[in-house]
């Protein structure tokens, strides 16, 4: 079992950056893959990005060359940097941590809001 809190999300202008985190406590950080979820109003919950134990990363294609996932396993941290931000990335950002032996058996985040003004 692990558990999640996500920071960093709030209200940018479209073109701005943010970061976001997520601190990880619980058992087997480095072992488990973890990524980024998102869900915009009325949308389904969508993956953003990645990474791997290994750090081999991942991206939607609506997010690629803007956003970077990358983890700091001596902090049990792992963040999402977002540039280039676009009104339709506007959406509660969810953590994730994959289960050890498989990825659906994960860990939530209790989500963070990120609202990109046009």
């Known amino acids: 079992q692990v558990q999640l809190v996500e920071s960093g999300g709030g209200l940018v202008q479209a073109g701005g950056s943010l970061r976001l985190s997520c601190a990880a406590s619980?058992?087997?950080?480095?072992?488990?893959?973890m990524g980024w979820y998102r869900q915009a109003p009325g949308k389904q919950r969508e993956l953003v990005a990645t990474i791997t134990s290994g750090a081999s990363t991942n991206y939607a294609d609506s997010v690629k060359g803007r956003f970077t996932i990358s983890r700091d396993n001596a902090k049990n941290t792992v963040y999402l940097q977002m540039n280039s931000l676009k009104p339709e990335d506007t959406g509660v950002y969810y953590c994730y941590a994959g289960g050890t032996t498989n990825w659906g058996f994960g860990s939530w985040g209790q989500g963070t809001q990120v609202t990109v003004s046009s």
């Open positions: 619980g058992s087997f950080f480095i072992n488990r893959s």
